[in-house]
């Protein structure tokens, strides 16, 4: 399901973005207004186009590195760099064992 939200994201948002940034560009005369079709009208959307597409891939890579979970060493509250050893004790005082004393 991921796959096609994402395969939908990607091939009709865009698109549908960069027509409306680009009217509203043009609107606003941020940019030049440009005849439709013209060799800098395409430039321009081109441009638009490709800025939308990596700011989606850019907020898809931040919103899966945010939903990650938490890695065994941060519920320990241990350093990456703690030993087996270390990550074992820790383990035994945060969480014994009731079945020995």
């Not at 091939?11 to 973005?17: D, V």
């Not at 013209?38 to 800025?51: E, N, Q, V």
């Not at 931040?62 to 703690?82: D, K």
Request: aromatic share 12%; charged share 10%.
């Amino acid at each position: 399901m991921d796959y096609l939200s994402s395969l939908l994201t990607y091939s009709i948002l865009p698109p549908l973005r960069t027509s409306t940034l680009q009217s509203a560009l043009y609107a606003t005369h941020i940019l030049p207004p440009q005849p439709s079709h013209s060799p800098s009208f395409i430039r321009d959307k081109k441009a638009l186009h490709t800025f939308l597409v990596v700011l989606f891939l850019v907020y898809s890579v931040y919103t899966a590195h945010t939903g990650l979970s938490p890695s065994y060493y941060t519920l320990l509250g241990m350093p990456t760099s703690a030993t087996s050893a270390d990550l074992r004790s820790r383990f035994k005082l945060l969480y014994p064992d009731p079945t020995h004393p």
